[in-house]
């Protein structure tokens, strides 16, 4: 390990699933939506070293589908709703549930980076 001390992999996971600084935990992580911050306003900790990239929308597409199938099967064998009625609220079901996951989860791959020192997250200067 290149840094001097272990960072807490438990701690920075949910400081980022709760788009918190994976250092502090008190500042934010994300400027907007999706925009990860230069660096943390309260701890100055660098979050520019990030390389989440499609990871994020990925992990989203795999757990909505995951969670979505069976669910639908289980509302078509129990239910048997119209295929209108179907489609419209597992429409909204699962566009609410990605929107809610992408940046949780954007920031969950932000800290999981963070404390394992990776792409200039562990730099000697610590």
Known sequence: MMGSHARPLGAAVLRGWCKRCPNCGAGPMLSGYLTVREHCPVCMEELHHHHS??????????????????????????FRPDPLVLTSVFSVGCVA????LLPRLTGIMVALQWAKRMHGFGHPAE
């Open 97 to 100: 549930l990605a929107l809610y």
């Open 53 to 78: 990239d499609d990871g994020p929308a990925y992990l989203t597409v795999l757990i909505v589908g995951l969670l979505s199938a069976p669910l639908v099967a289980g509302a078509v064998t129990a």
